[in-house]
């Protein structure tokens, strides 16, 4: 069965930092990856997605995900954090291939200090 | 980009009454729709999948009785929660790929109070 793993519930950084969120996931197939975004009481934005092609996919918001096949990886990252990025972090993987049913991670909860 | 719509967003019911929840696509046509659900400070977790002109797929351990969904049109999906019970009371999301299946689009989500 499909799985993804976010192995860090809680983050925190200082505004202006770098940071880096993992997921590691399990799929028997080329996966279809996604980095979704919540703020607290809200649904989920879509931050960047990896079907295939360049295994450095671009998001909005400056941030940015590295597919890694040998390490079963996808892997958040952002130069410079902002205090509005503070918010929880999903990474999914498409159940059935594509973005049908999503298999969640735990999510990650990212605290920026000033 | 496409837009969701969930209603509504916060309900507080008496224990023992149905909630209706809405899910609208308002940009394009879902033959399928996906409710998920999110305990506090948890993951979200598929409950069914919606599918328009049949009966629902429910994950394993999700009552089809209390958790009623009807697909009735390509933009609409609803889900009742019947006979609601504090240990309902939760954040509940759905979402709909469009037909390009290259990503999901989540409604706002609806906080559901059973009191």
């Known amino acids: 069965a499909q799985s993804v793993t976010q192995p860090d519930i809680h983050i925190t950084v200082s505004e202006g930092a770098s940071l880096e969120l993992r997921c590691n996931y399990s799929?028997?197939?080329?996966?279809?990856l996604f980095w979704y975004v919540q703020s607290p009481g809200q649904g989920l934005q879509l931050l960047l997605k990896?079907?295939?092609?360049?295994?450095l996919v671009q998001g909005i918001k400056g941030f940015e995900a590295e597919f890694k096949r040998s390490q079963s990886s996808f892997n958040l990252r952002k130069p410079s954090v902002h205090w509005s990025d503070a918010a929880e972090y999903f990474c999914?993987?498409?159940?059935?291939?594509?973005?049908?049913?999503?298999?969640f991670g735990q999510g990650t909860r990212l605290t920026i200090n000033p | 980009g496409a837009v969701v719509s969930q209603h509504p967003s916060r309900v507080i019911c008496k224990s023992g009454t149905s909630v209706k929840i809405e899910c609208r696509s308002l940009?394009?046509?879902?033959?399928?729709m996906f409710w998920y659900r999110q305990f506090p400070k948890k993951s979200l977790m598929l409950m069914a999948t919606?599918?328009?002109?049949?009966?629902?797929?429910?994950e394993q351990g999700v009552e089809k009785d209390k958790f009623l969904i009807n697909h009735a049109s390509l933009t609409l999906s609803t889900l009742t929660v019947t006979s609601a019970h504090p240990e309902d009371s939760s954040f509940y999301i759905c979402?709909?790929?469009?037909?390009?299946?290259?990503?999901?689009?989540f409604g706002q989500g609806t906080r559901l109070t059973v009191v």
């Open positions: 999914a993987v498409g159940a059935t291939g594509g973005a049908q049913k999503l298999v």
């Open positions: 919606s599918n328009e002109g049949s009966k629902a797929t429910y």
């Open positions: 990896y079907f295939s092609g360049d295994t």
């Open positions: 940009d394009f046509q879902a033959t399928t």
């Open positions: 799929y028997g197939a080329t996966p279809y």
């Open positions: 979402s709909a790929p469009p037909p390009t299946n290259t990503e999901a689009f």
